[in-house]
């Protein structure tokens, strides 16, 4: 599932051209930290997809001149 989040801007920001090693990546996360309580206390997270997150910050930097 990690390899498939970082394809994700390769597969859809055109302009990113660095490539990612998904082989650089650990096989297991060494924390895993649960939203639970903030979802139960009511808490909305802006985001809801990973792909989301990748728009908005490709969009950042492509307004400041990063890309």
Do not use: H, N, W
């Amino acid at each position: 599932e990690s390899a498939g989040a970082c394809q994700v801007p390769l597969r859809t920001i055109p302009s990113v051209q660095r490539p990612y090693r998904v082989s650089d990546l650990p096989e297991k996360p060494k924390l895993m930290l649960s939203s639970e309580k903030l979802i139960k206390a009511g808490f909305e997270f802006k985001y809801k997809q990973l792909e989301d997150i990748y728009d908005d910050t490709v969009q950042f930097a492509e307004a400041v001149g990063l890309l």
